[in-house]
């Protein structure tokens, strides 16, 4: 099962990345004679639900698919609001919300809450309370949005 289910999870990744998205998580489950194919993804700018309609069709079409992987159910799905952001390219959609974030630097205490201002592959930049902190890259664990209601 592990070979096959590498191989649908690569076939799966190729079309996500084709239609401009990304895999953030992939899962297989069986119950009975089925198969469940859970998978959560993204866009830099943040996934529309026309784009995971588009998706699922374009997964659902797939001929390799089919012949790897029979009698299947195909569940898409973006990441909640809550889903951890770990990579650059979950936070530019980000800018001008706040954040909490989770990190290793020793010159502020972990977490810290502050309105994400810029972002750059090396480094994070945050307004907390009137004074912008630098946050590198390679310091950082994740962060979650600050939902307010």
Do not use: C
Not at 38 to 57: C, F, N
Not at 59 to 72: P, R, T, V
Not at 136 to 149: G, H, M, P
Request: glycine fraction near 6%; charged fraction near 25%.
């Amino acid at each position: 099962m592990t070979v096959v289910k590498e191989n649908v999870k690569a076939i799966i990744e190729r079309i996500v990345e084709e239609n401009g998205a990304y895999l953030i998580d992939f899962a297989i489950t069986a119950q009975g004679k089925r198969n469940f194919i859970k998978i959560v993804i993204q866009t830099v700018s943040g996934i529309t639900l026309d784009e995971i309609a588009s998706i699922t069709r374009a997964i659902n079409s797939d001929e390799a698919l089919d012949q790897l992987f029979e009698g299947y159910h195909l569940e898409v799905t973006s990441p909640g609001i809550d889903s951890k952001l770990t990579e650059y390219r979950d936070f530019p959609r980000n800018i001008g919300r706040t954040l909490k974030i989770y990190h290793t630097s020793s010159s502020m205490k972990s977490p810290i809450n502050g309105i994400l201002v810029e972002v750059t592959e090396e480094k994070l930049v945050l307004d907390i309370r009137g004074i912008q902190k630098v946050l590198q890259f390679n310091e950082l664990d994740y962060a979650k949005v600050e939902i307010k209601w």
